[in-house]
């Protein structure tokens, strides 16, 4: 394997390799976690987000194949917060992160007081982004919602918590949501979630491809890397160093790796492509990186990271 150093840290953790899953692909189960943490590709783990009870989530077809990425309505099918973090909890040798979601920001406060009281002192990471929940909108869009939520959280909660964003689309959110966060000790931000409420129209049948939501559902994939690599570079430009970022959203390739490390990502996870051509996605993905890296002549992610150019 690898002699260059692609490692990243969160919170003082080293992960020996770059790559995560997306949380909600292939992470639902704990045979599906166990694959990845069996993958000498991946330098950590992220679970399906838990909700308190488990949730069967919304009727299928709910996830679709595009030519250029992904549109999907799980409605965050999971099972149930006490199976995710009887996981976390027992010995892996690679670091974890609990993903949680509640269904309203007082399940939230409720996800995170099980945590607070548990035995668990891995990384968690709140999700405050996912768009298909019928009838719930997306935490993160709500800047004052969110501050309400985090300085009700952080007045008991003392270990280490990230959030996963929405995408943000106009600059002045980025400096909202932003100055949110920085008044919080978060160890990550996770970006991006899908770009929510895309719609996909198969001409053929003259239909949608999913049935949740009238066929409304999170875009993921290439389409969204541009998405991707602004809210990381956006974040990484206002958030505090402390703060590191997960690049997430539209990785193919080894240079879509490259561009998202460029932009300031600590760590990068792959969902779409992770679904659509299965685990040896990241031992390609490193094969990629690692030519790109040594033709540039860079021994490590920290040569580069952050590092992108203006003109
Ligand atoms: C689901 C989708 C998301 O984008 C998310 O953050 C959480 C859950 C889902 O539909 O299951």
């Not at 996981?87 to 992160?97: C, E, M, Q, R």
């Not at 399940?107 to 035995?119: A, C, N, P, T, Y």
């Not at 990186?289 to 992610?301: A, F, N, P, V």
């Amino acid at each position: 394997m690898s002699k260059l150093d692609l490692t990243g840290q969160i919170n003082g953790l080293t992960f020996n390799q770059l790559f995560l899953n997306a949380s909600g692909v292939h992470c639902q189960s704990t045979e599906e976690l166990d694959d990845l943490l069996n993958d000498p590709y991946m330098g950590g783990i992220v679970t399906k987000s838990a909700t308190l009870a488990k949730r069967d989530g919304n009727p299928a077809p709910r996830y679709y194949e595009l030519q250029n990425g992904s549109i999907n309505s799980m409605g965050l099918p999971n099972y149930g917060f006490d199976y995710y973090i009887k996981y976390v909890l027992s010995d892996h040798a690679k670091p974890t992160i609990l993903s949680v979601a509640g269904l309203s920001a007082a399940d939230d406060v409720k996800l995170l007081h099980q945590i607070q009281d548990s035995d668990y002192d891995g990384l968690t990471e709140l999700n405050l982004s996912c768009p298909n929940v019928i009838g719930k909108p997306q935490m993160a869009y709500d800047v004052d919602g969110t501050r309400a939520l985090l300085d009700e959280i952080f007045a008991f909660y003392k270990k280490p918590l990230g959030v996963k964003l929405p995408p943000y689309f106009d600059l002045v959110h980025f400096d909202q949501i932003a100055a949110v966060l920085n008044k919080y000790p978060l160890t990550h931000v996770n970006t991006i979630n899908s770009v929510g409420n895309g719609l996909w129209v198969d001409v053929a049948s003259e239909s949608v491809v999913i049935k949740p939501k009238g066929g409304f559902g999170g875009l993921g994939g290439k389409m969204v890397l541009p998405t991707a690599l602004a809210n990381v570079r956006a974040l990484r430009q206002r958030l505090n160093a402390s703060i590191k970022i997960i690049g997430t959203g539209g990785v193919q390739t080894g240079a879509d790796v490259f561009a998202h490390i460029l932009c300031g990502a600590e760590l990068v996870s792959v969902g779409t492509q992770l679904q659509s051509e299965g685990l040896g996605v990241y031992k390609r993905l490193t094969t990629e990186l690692e030519r790109i890296m040594t033709d540039k002549g860079y021994q490590s992610l920290s040569d580069f990271r952050g590092n992108l150019k203006t003109i």
